[in-house]
């Protein structure tokens, strides 16, 4: 997969995310990346990646929403969530192209979930 279809891959995902919640992102950007870098991998966690086996998928770099009191949005950098193209390749590519572009919506979806303060067990309840 290209960068420019994964980027799209990407987007398509966003794009799929409910407007009720869509509408709620705030101060948050999506950013594509190869690779995690060991900064990232250190800073993985249950409460904010997603991963398949040791391969970190995607990451969320931010103050989750239920963690965000009165004095939020004072001039707070934005959020960040981070998808891995790497990572999905070498865990999803081989299963075909729709089992990866279903993962690739999976993770943002994981990560928008951490945005929202769901830790990792009630997002494998909701089946993300």
């Known amino acids: 997969m290209t960068q420019e279809q994964f980027e799209a891959a990407v987007e398509a995902a966003i794009d799929s995310i409910p407007d009720e919640l869509f509408d709620e992102l705030d101060n948050v950007v999506f950013v594509v990346e190869d690779e995690p870098s060991a900064e990232q991998r250190a800073g ?3 409460d904010n990646a997603s991963f398949s086996e ?3 998928l995607g990451l969320y770099d931010g103050s989750p929403m239920t963690e965000r009191d009165s004095c939020y949005g004072t001039g707070e950098l934005p959020d960040v969530i981070t998808i891995f193209k790497g990572p999905h390749e070498r865990c ?3 299963d075909g192209q729709d089992v990866l572009l279903d993962e690739i919506r999976r993770t943002v979806i ?3 979930g951490h945005y ?3 830790d990792d067990e009630t997002l494998a309840a909701m089946g993300y």
């Open 92 to 94: 999803f590519a081989e």
């Open 54 to 56: 040791d391969e970190l």
């Open 44 to 46: 993985a966690g249950n």
């Open 110 to 112: 994981h990560e928008v």
């Open 116 to 118: 929202f303060g769901n």
